[in-house]
């Protein structure tokens, strides 16, 4: 059987507002739940501030990287929007007023009221492709591998349905979890690290939350391999049994 | 005048749950405004996976930038818990059953009970000190400028209130929050690139949410010098009582 294929993506969450802790990113979740579902998987995200060389030097770190990049934030219409200069400078091309994006904008607004403000929406790497924003219409943008996303959830999500249906797929986890209850991790860990050991063609995670004073876990078991997933699903699931049947550690 | 002391840090979260979309990360966004607070300025953030060549590299990459790394998350009993041993190996120095973490978890799990799995949790590199845990007593650790804390939220933020106590603090933020409303940013952005301009003392974000099917905006003023905010802030207010006037673009 050949290998499962694989594509990566790594988040790139831009913004002051987010490191201040003003704004709780709700992006990177999203967008890995999202990949994940269509076979794309996120292998890191960052979340750096709006100062230009540090985007570029975390976009060039990871679009060489990982297949795909997607960006978040930073393409507004005010000066703090700086994304599109910083893509621009890490790709090493002009930045340049797109006419296509423009004519977009002009279906919004009247050319009175398109401010140098909402021009700078128009601003993308010479060479883009548009990301289409059926929300509030200035569009984002991709170039090689990048795809560059509004900060705003909504329009975000908005726009990548349109960024994923550009991106190459790869095989789909499969996702199989496991309530372990009020199973203790500390009971169950050494014998779930021998299902792992025994498992190598799944990853197998242990996930423990805490509410009204104790620990609740979750096992998951994660791997692209069906059968894999389901031989290891069930030998977590015997093991869970045992430690139920008479509480001592496995 | 001095400048304004700067104290820097970086949060580091490891862990797949969060790359994989299982787990929505709620520790960046509460250690940004906890440690913003107290006068630690957070400047990036990264989410790798449970490998430790990763987790390595990340960590070896943060701390030699920032004052402060936080990382959150593997330090469990089960066998994807392998933070201490990436922070050993970042560090170049062996991980050691460490005995005073042994003597704590001793006062809360009998002997008989201190499995394998959960003396996993008192091993740390050699030289950490110890981050209390009040939850659930499994210590965290901290070596050099690093803080090792638990992924379960409540958890962590126990810890982080003993770990913030150690690090040295600069001048704190002052934030300005300027409600905007439905003035929309394209009207008010060049004006506001102007004030910001004006006040190279402060940094100027404007703020978009999409609600109902229209943006409401805020605008923040941050900076560490009281009066410079204050003036930035007038400067802003003023300029959107002129825009809210006639509605022209400023």
Chains 1, 2 share one sequence.
Do not use: W
Request: charged share 25%; proline share 6%.
């Amino acid at each position: 059987m050949s290998a499962p294929t694989t594509v990566t993506a790594a988040v790139l969450v831009i913004g002051d507002e987010i490191l201040s802790g003003r704004t709780k990113d709700r992006n990177i979740g999203y967008i890995a739940e999202y990949l994940g579902k269509i076979g794309v998987d996120l292998k890191e995200a960052r979340v750096v501030p709006d100062v230009e060389e540090e985007i570029v030097a975390a976009l060039n770190a990871l679009r060489a990287r990982y297949d795909y990049v997607v960006t978040t934030g930073g393409i507004g219409p005010t000066h703090d929007d700086i994304t599109a200069d910083a893509v621009g400078r890490a790709f090493g091309v002009p930045v340049i007023e797109d006419p296509r994006a423009l004519a977009i904008m002009l279906e919004r607004y009247a050319e009175a009221d398109l401010t140098p403000a909402r021009r700078r929406m128009a601003r993308m790497p010479e060479g883009s492709a548009l990301v289409d924003n059926p929300i509030s219409r200035a569009p984002g943008f991709r170039i090689g591998n990048v795809f560059v996303l509004a900060g705003v959830p909504s329009v975000m999500q908005a726009m990548l349905d349109g960024a994923a249906r550009e991106m190459r797929t790869g095989a789909i986890m499969q996702v199989e979890p496991i309530e372990a209850g009020a199973a203790p991790e500390g009971l169950y860990g050494d014998a779930l690290g021998r299902i792992a050991e025994a498992n190598p063609a799944v990853s197998i995670g242990s996930y423990p939350s805490f509410k009204d004073g104790r620990f609740m876990n979750q096992i998951v078991v994660r791997g692209k391999d069906a059968a894999a997933v389901k031989a290891a699903k069930a030998a977590v699931e015997a093991m869970l049994e045992a430690i139920r049947g008479d509480g001592k550690p496995l």
